[in-house]
């Protein structure tokens, strides 16, 4: 890519708009993993009490073990959300960008 292909690119109102809506994004999603790993772990050393409850009676799983598998079951899905949007749309806008600036 040629320098001044990479200048029109980045003069582009639409790139700028493309990386804004791209980084908050990003930002976002890891705000939310951060979320759901630091709450996990703030529990575990906060309120072991909670986690070790039972959850129901004669029953030997604790209610740490459901938020456990949840939290790397949520974590998985916003990966997936994530790699799925920035795959199609954010490639999309990428690829129509540089076309544009390649005329």
């Known amino acids: ?7 029109k690119i980045a003069a582009n109102p639409a790139f700028q708009r493309f990386v804004s809506k791209r980084n ?3 930002v976002l999603m890891t705000v939310l993993g951060a979320l759901a790993y630091y709450g996990f772990i703030l529990l575990v050393a906060y309120n072991p009490a909670f986690l070790a409850q039972k959850l129901g009676a004669g029953m030997t799983a604790s209610v740490g073990v459901p938020l456990g598998i949840g939290v790397i079951v949520f974590t998985i899905i916003i990966t997936w959300i994530f790699v799925r949007r920035s795959n199609t749309e954010f490639d999309d806008e990428a690829a129509a960008i540089l076309k544009e600036a390649t005329k």
Do not use: L, W
Request: hydrophobic share 20%.
């Open 1 to 7: 890519m040629s320098q001044e292909i990479s200048n």
């Open 24 to 26: 908050s994004y990003s």
